[in-house]
């Protein structure tokens, strides 16, 4: 097995009688990417914050570069780049001076910290920028300021908490790039997310977290798999017809059955295939329910991401649920 730079075993943490891990494992192998993925209050930022020392755990134990979250605090704040969920930045100094400070935090030298600052500035095109007091920046600003602090030291290991959330499209598809670049350059990841598609373009593996518990793990190909080969999706004209035609379409699939009320959308997990399709529209005619739209496609991190927590990402809710109450499986059950 690769080496394992990060390594959590076990952790579990508490806030009063709010249990906010309870036992979650994971290991990221050196160069490589690790997704946590996960709704609103699934857990993510408070392992970030025991990984990043800020926070110690209640049981489990976790390393990172051989290094013990609670015994060898000092060391891992050495070594890791950390930018977490909001922005840790001095308002009242410039973009360059908050860089240059944290460049003493790794005690570079003052001629290294002027030109990390620099190099940081320019890759986040703040340079114009980097003369003004941080409280005049925007919001997107900010959190690029935050992730290129992050970067100052050249960390070896990168903790980053919903590093894209807030940035406009332009600003988000760079910092992929840029993050690409530094994991082939053997910067170790270990990134949280709410965006699917963000896991799927830069996480060599994904660890799917609800409720505190890692419910799934793997590539983003091993999970969308899990779900079998292809996505049914049937839209019907009359959205007072969807809970029926979903109990005639659940015949076709394995029970992985969803609905989208204000879409008028059946979606069904099948094997896939034309066959399905002309299956499909020829049950729902004889059940003289009118088809707006039919079509068979891959599945989606989306898919999987219903399918295991029972909401779609990022917005904490509830779906439609299973008319039959049939295979679908949810992470809290
Ligand atoms: N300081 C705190 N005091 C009490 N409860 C907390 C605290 N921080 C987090 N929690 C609770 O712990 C659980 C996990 O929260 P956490 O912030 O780790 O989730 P998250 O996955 O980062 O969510 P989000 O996507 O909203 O950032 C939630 O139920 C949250 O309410
Ligand atoms: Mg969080």
């Not at 160069?31 to 914050?49: D, E, H, S, W």
């Not at 935090?105 to 007091?133: K, Q």
């Amino acid at each position: 097995m690769a080496e394992a730079v990060i390594e959590v075993d076990g952790i579990e943490k508490s806030y009063k009688t709010n249990r906010a891990l309870a036992g979650v494992s994971l290991r990221v192998e050196r160069a490589t990417v690790l997704g946590l993925l996960g709704p609103n209050g699934a857990g993510k930022t408070t392992l970030v914050r025991i990984l990043s020392t800020l926070l110690k755990p209640d049981a489990g134990r976790a390393t990172v570069a051989g290094y013990d979250v609670v015994e060898d605090a000092e060391a891992i704040r050495s070594i890791i780049g950390l930018a977490g969920q909001y922005a840790a930045v001095d308002e009242l100094l410039t973009g360059r001076e908050n860089l240059e400070l944290v460049g003493r935090l790794y005690h570079l030298s003052r001629i290294e910290r002027r030109n990390r600052a620099e190099e940081v500035l320019e890759r986040f095109s703040l340079t114009n920028a980097g003369d003004r007091p941080v409280k005049t920046y925007s919001g997107g600003m900010r959190r690029r300021l935050d992730l290129g602090a992050s970067l100052v030291g050249r960390p070896e290991v990168l903790i980053l908490d919903e590093p894209t959330t807030g940035l406009d499209p332009r600003t988000r598809i760079e910092l992929w790039q840029y993050i690409e670049a530094l994991v082939r350059d053997g910067t170790t990841l270990l990134l949280t997310t709410q965006y699917l598609e963000e896991a799927d373009r830069l996480a060599h593996r994904i660890a799917v977290i609800d409720g505190g518990k890692v419910i799934a793990e793997g590539t983003g190909d091993e999970l969308k798999t899990q779900l079998g080969g292809a996505v049914l999706e049937v839209v019907v004209a009359d959205s007072r017809k969807l809970k029926e035609a979903a109990r005639w379409l659940e015949r076709l699939g394995e029970g992985r059955i969803r609905l989208d009320e204000t879409r008028r959308l059946v979606t069904v997990g099948t094997e896939g295939g034309a066959r399905v399709v002309v299956e499909a529209g020829q049950l729902l005619v004889e059940a003289g329910i009118e088809i707006d739209d039919i079509g068979v496609r891959r599945p989606s991190l989306d898919d999987v991401f219903l399918s295991l927590t029972g909401h779609a990402a990022g917005d904490g809710s509830e779906t439609e649920e299973n008319p039959k109450q049939g295979g679908t499986r949810h992470g809290r059950a």
